[in-house]
């Protein structure tokens, strides 16, 4: 198990809206952590991992403003060979 140190996503958009005075996260930004989330997802589903489970309490943000997902909802898919 890999430690990772962060926030979750749900707080960190708290957190910048809070600091924005605004309800939104940035463009540039939501953008960019949704496409980092959706290649993981989509490295995962290739190898026949599924995660159940798609939220943003299920979404560190590392110091270095990388998604991680944290959770234990992955699965095999019922297609997958393993």
Do not use: C
């Amino acid at each position: 198990m890999v430690y990772v140190e962060g926030v979750r996503l749900r707080n960190r958009a708290r957190q910048m809206r809070e600091y924005q005075n605004s309800n939104l996260l940035p463009r540039k930004k939501a953008f960019g952590v949704l496409t980092q989330v959706a290649e993981g997802l989509d490295a995962a589903h290739r190898k026949g991992i599924v995660h159940q489970v798609v939220k943003q309490d299920n979404v560190m943000i590392t110091a270095e403003g990388e998604p991680r997902s944290w959770t234990s909802d992955l699965r095999n898919s019922p297609a997958s060979p393993n």
